[in-house]
């Protein structure tokens, strides 16, 4: 219920990582495009904290910083999954303090996907770095 899109992909990818407890799961969405990625599964913190050093990060430049950041995604894309499953646990166990059709509101609000902020946050995201880029 709190997952929405892609449920098929995500319960065996949980439940293999309880079953050998592990942190470790490849997602190649969360490697690609990891900031939206997380915006786009409501892990709205998670995203705009990775946005902000990827800003930083080119505010600075260098080859280094690249490397850092190319690091950085490769971390996210084998740890994505279990930070989106501690993420839906959380959620969980919030929405199950709640009653009746609270429970189907909360999951509404707080669990899927949403394309509409992951749009917004690409294009300002392209505007911002194209302004700074020329300022």
């Not at 969405?29 to 705009?48: D, E, S, V």
């Not at 950085?72 to 059709?101: C, D, P, R, S």
Request: proline share 1%; aromatic share 16%; net charge positive.
């Amino acid at each position: 219920m709190l997952i929405g899109q892609n449920t098929e992909y995500y319960v065996p990818k949980f439940n293999d990582m309880k079953a050998h407890n592990t942190k470790s799961s490849w997602n190649w969405c969360a490697f690609l495009f990891t900031p939206y990625w997380m915006i786009y599964r409501k892990m709205y913190g998670y995203g705009g904290a990775i946005l902000g050093g990827m800003f930083l990060l080119l505010l600075i430049g260098g080859l280094f910083l690249s490397l850092v950041s190319l690091a950085a995604y490769i971390v996210f894309g084998i740890l994505g999954n279990y930070i989106y499953m501690q993420t839906l646990e959380k959620k969980a166990l919030q929405m199950n303090m709640l009653t009746g059709g609270y429970k189907t509101e909360y999951a509404n609000k707080k669990g899927g996907t949403n394309t509409t902020a992951t749009v917004l946050t690409i294009i300002g995201y392209a505007i911002l770095t194209t302004i700074i880029q020329f300022a």
